[in-house]
Each structure stands twice: as C-alpha cells, then as structure tokens.
C-alpha cells in the first residue's frame, strides 16, 4: 500500500517510484527489516514483491497445514479487507483491525459471532467477451440486495463453479468487502489441485491436502452426486445471463450494463448530487475548457477519461484480463490509435508472474506504446496512490 505513482510513462517508472517510497518509509522498513531477524517465526517480503493478497495466494499460503505431525487446516486473518482472496483456494480468512491482529500474533484465540452462511448457487458458463470481472460486479449488486453484512458467502454448484478457474475466482473473493461479507469462500475441488501444481505445490503435498480434506468431508468432487449443506439463505445465478459491465460513477456496486454506460452517464450528469449525480446544468453538459499541455493544444468536457491504471489486487491477479488488457493495447497500435497524451497511464500488477508472461507473450511492448509502463507492483491507484496530475490538467480541471 505504500508505493505511490509519482511517475509513470517511461521506462525507468518502476525504479524511480520505489526509489521514491524508500525514501518515504524508510523509518517502517528499517523497523521490518530489524524485526524479522529480532523475533521466532515472522517472515517479511520486501516491498517490490507483490500485493500482499496475491503473495499469499501464489506463495505462503498451505491449504492444509502439516506441524509436528498433526494436520489442520489453513486460517489466516489479515490487516487488510481485501484478505478474503483466499477464500478462493478454500482458506478461511478475512481482514481484521490492528488490535485483533496483534492479539493472533501473540497466539490469541479471536473470539466472534457464529455467522450466517449464505449459499450461492452458480449454474452454467460465463459467455465469449465476459470477464470475471463483469461477473464480481453482477455478484456484488445481487448480494448487497441479498443483505450480506457479518455473513459467510459459500459459492456451489459443480456446473457453474467448477467452469471458473482460480484466478477468476480470486477476483470474486477478492470482491468480498465490496458486497458487504465477511467470507466468500470457493470449497476446494480439483480446479484448486490444479492450481497449486501451477504454482509449483509438489505432488507430494497436492496428495496429502486432497486426502485429508476427502477424509474430512471437505473436498467437493465434481463427479459425484452433490448432497449440499443446508444454508441460512440461498441465491442462484445462471453465469449465461452475465454481461459485459461497469462499476460507477462512483460506488463499485453500482454496476452500469456496458450499452447503458452512455445514457446513465448523461443521466447523472444532470441528477442531483448523490452516488448517481453530480447536478450539473444541462446547459453547461457540453461545456469544453481548453488548455496548454506542454505546447500541445489540449480539451476536457465532463466524462474525459484523465487517469486510467490497470491495477488493483482485483484484476491484475487474473491473467485472462491482464492478457486481455494487452491484447486490447495491441489491437489499439495495429489501428493507428494513441491515449492522449495528457492521460495519466499506467501498469500495476499484483504479481511479478504477470510482468513475465506480459513479456514472455510479447504484450508489454504494446501496453508501453501506449503508456502504460510498469509503476510499481502494490494497490497504487486503487487506493487513491495515483500521484498527481499533471498541474496543467489539473487547473482545467
């Protein structure tokens, strides 16, 4: 959370950002560093390596733990509401304060309210040109309908859940703050096998996890008839009816169907001032300021796009939409179109696996071409770390 986007659109972005929240912070890191070493059983990853919630997908996290020959299964709270996102590799774990956080650090045990456990039924196939991230916003408006405050989501369903690979459903149990929840949790089944061999889980473990999850009545097999638990509540969602979507314009459960982007746009425009309104004269609508940038003749209206960040621990842990973002820039430059210059573009992932294979594809090369260059690895714009405008800009602003 602590790298900021001071610079971005050149190559040396990465350097230059990190450099600069060294410098920031370096009394807290001087304070990691020496605690690391001055205390049993603490680990710190060093800034640069990732959004926390993705390191602890692809690296810390165990599934089923194995200590002086007992085995339990993996817990974790975290300090951060976005922890929930492995819930989707069947760990239960959700973002607590600071002073429960100390209390489980110092071994004590975290007392709370038994929870309601909301079953959500997912049936049948996402469509060609919807993304996962079309899907966390539709599950985020039904659930907060639903009323999901203090509650555990279960997703079920061998059909629907089982055509989601993990990544994707990272992106949903990432998604678990911003539809009110405490948990939204994925059941392990062989697509969570699957991905622990991915991220190099020897078969070793992979077996040992899968047998003592079976032996526990933990594990859903696909191929066998499904006798579901009894919920608190159920909801159910054919993923056929899930289109392409928009969160905005300000809250990120109001979700816009794409092809109604245009018309809710001019309708908040003019509404009063609220979550969908801004209540601006329609007279002034079309109003045009223009403005010198950097001797480029340059305008805004109201709904110029003038930051736009690939980010978030949401998204850029989901190589189908980071590909998709790339494939997207490639496209853009094979047409003869450019972002304006006056964009302030950028590229921060949750992971250095997604610079590798954004490289290794040959995409990077376009997402540079057209500004977005690699910032930093952390939450940066999602946050509000986004840096400032240009002062420019800013005064059309």
């Not at 900021?4 to 890191?29: G, I, T």
């Not at 489980?104 to 909301?118: D, H, K, R, W």
């Not at 992106?171 to 969570?192: C, L």
């Not at 032996?215 to 696909?222: E, G, I, L, R, S």
Request: charged content about 20%; proline content about 5%; glycine content about 10%.
């Amino acid at each position: 959370h602590s790298v900021r986007v001071d610079v971005a659109k050149c190559a040396d972005a990465l350097k230059q950002n990190m450099d600069l929240e060294f410098s920031r912070n370096k009394e807290r890191f001087s304070f990691f560093k020496w605690a690391s070493s001055a205390f049993n059983n603490m680990l710190v990853l060093p800034p640069g390596s990732g959004i926390l919630h993705q390191v602890n997908l692809e690296y810390l996290s165990r599934v089923v733990f194995k200590a002086d020959g007992v085995l339990y299964p993996d817990s974790v709270v975290g300090t951060d509401s976005h922890t929930t996102m492995i819930n989707s590799l069947g760990v239960a774990g959700w973002g607590v304060g600071g002073i429960e956080a100390m209390a489980a650090m110092l071994g004590q045990p975290m007392s709370m309210v038994l929870p309601g456990v909301v079953g959500f039924k997912l049936t049948g196939k996402l469509q060609d040109g919807v993304t996962t991230t079309d899907l966390a916003l539709t599950l985020t408006q039904m659930l907060r309908k639903h009323g999901v405050v203090g509650k555990f989501i279960e997703f079920h369903g061998s059909e629907g859940v089982g055509s989601i690979p993990l990544p994707a459903r990272a992106t949903i149990a990432n998604m678990t703050p911003e539809y009110g929840a405490t948990m939204g949790f994925f059941p392990v089944d062989q697509v969570a096998l699957d991905y622990l061999r991915l991220i190099g889980r020897s078969d070793e473990t992979v077996s040992m996890i899968e047998a003592y999850l079976r032996a526990n009545n933990m594990f859903v097999d696909c191929n066998e008839p499904q006798t579901g638990p009894v919920y608190s509540s159920d909801l159910e969602l054919d993923l056929t009816t899930v289109e392409p979507s928009v969160a905005g314009p300000k809250r990120p459960h109001d979700r816009v169907p794409l092809k109604e982007m245009k018309s809710d746009w001019h309708a908040c425009l003019g509404n009063e001032v609220g979550f969908k309104g801004y209540a601006v004269p329609k007279e002034q609508h079309n109003k045009i300021v223009k403005f010198d940038f950097h001797g480029q003749p340059a305008e805004i209206t109201h709904g110029s796009v003038v930051l736009a960040a690939v980010c978030s621990s949401t998204n850029s842990s989901n190589p189908s939409v980071m590909i998709g973002a790339g494939l997207v820039a490639k496209k853009a430059c094979e047409l003869g179109l450019e972002v304006k210059p006056w964009v302030k573009t950028s590229l921060a992932p949750g992971s250095l696996v997604v610079t590798k294979y954004l490289e290794h594809s040959g995409l990077q090369e376009y997402l540079n071409h057209q500004g977005f260059h690699l910032v930093g690895y952390g939450c940066t714009t999602c946050i509000g770390n986004s840096g400032d405008l240009d002062k420019s800009l800013s005064d059309a602003i």
